[in-house]
């Protein structure tokens, strides 16, 4: 059985992310980020368990409030960039977007960003993986979390997702539409830490409602989110969590 679980949170807005995708759709007035929701279920977890919330920069500061909160409760603070665009291919372009990600939300939450992960979870090309993990390093991270392993020679700690057959099952795209008995069994046979990654919108946002879905895409990002919170708890309460910093390497 695994030995240690990261439970990790991309904090991001399900709506920039469905306008990057094509599919612009209003966001209502007063829409909940789904953060109070994700704090409520942390908040009522009997052990000592912590996460790691990964902040898109200019989103942190809509969730300023939400996050100190979580800062507070001994959660902790990572960077998804500075926008959930695509990484820049330049180096020069793609350290300086990194840092920027990194300083955004320091800045807000006066708290270090130790780690990183990327928006789509995309190794820049031409840059291939090794000059990749050293600019991380170079931008100041300690680790990343992706799908992606370098190995020894990375300058970063890697600390991947949990993956099956190739396929991030770790994903909380994924575990709303997998059986929880599988999402078990690639738990019970992880030798490492396994990373388990959801977004701030699983736990209680405002999102569209299924009668106002108009495409395919949309489609797919609402379907099976209801479950997701679910899942989450029973992971939490079954394993606990370690946040990326704290687990043995």
């Known amino acids: 059985m695994t030995s240690e679980v990261c439970l990790t949170v991309d904090v991001e807005d399900w709506y920039d992310g469905m306008a990057v995708l094509g599919e612009p759709i209003a966001r209502p007035r007063?829409?909940?980020s789904?953060?109070?929701?994700?704090?409520?279920?942390?908040?009522?977890a009997r052990d000592k368990s912590t996460v790691t919330l990964f902040v898109v920069g200019n989103y942190a500061a809509t969730?300023?409030?939400?996050?100190?909160?979580?800062?507070?409760?001994?959660?902790?603070?990572a960077s998804h960039g500075p926008d959930h665009g695509r990484q820049p291919g330049n180096p020069a372009a793609l350290l300086e977007w990194l840092r920027q990600g990194r300083a955004?939300?320091?800045?807000?939450?006066?708290?270090?960003?130790r780690g990183f992960r990327s928006p789509r979870f995309d190794i820049p090309q031409p840059l291939g993986l090794a000059r990749y993990r050293d600019l991380l390093a170079e931008?100041?991270?300690?680790?990343?979390?992706?799908?992606?392993?370098?190995?020894?020679?990375s300058p970063v700690q890697e600390l991947p997702v949990l993956t099956r057959h190739r396929i991030p099952i770790g994903g909380g795209s994924y575990q709303r539409l997998l059986p929880r008995a599988a999402i078990s069994a690639a738990l019970a046979s992880t030798t490492g830490p396994a990373v388990l990654?959801?977004?701030?919108?699983?736990?209680?946002?405002?999102?569209?409602?299924?009668?106002?879905?108009?495409?395919?895409?949309?489609?797919?990002?609402?379907?099976?989110?209801?479950?997701?919170?679910?899942?989450?708890?029973?992971i939490l309460s079954r394993y606990g969590s370690k946040a990326c910093s704290h687990v043995e390497w």
């Not at 409602?209 to 990002?221: F, L």
């Open 63 to 77: 969730v300023r409030s939400e996050l100190a909160d979580l800062v507070a409760s001994g959660h902790e603070i």
């Open 139 to 153: 931008a100041g991270f300690q680790y990343v979390s992706d799908t992606s392993r370098l190995g020894e020679g």
């Open 197 to 234: 990654y959801y977004h701030s919108y699983d736990f209680g946002a405002t999102l569209p409602s299924r009668g106002s879905i108009r495409s395919m895409a949309v489609a797919k990002q609402l379907v099976g989110r209801g479950r997701i919170a679910g899942v989450f708890s029973q």
């Open 34 to 44: 789904g953060l109070s929701g994700l704090a409520s279920l942390l908040g009522s």
């Open 30 to 32: 007063g829409a909940r």
């Open 104 to 113: 955004m939300v320091e800045d807000l939450v006066q708290v270090p960003v």
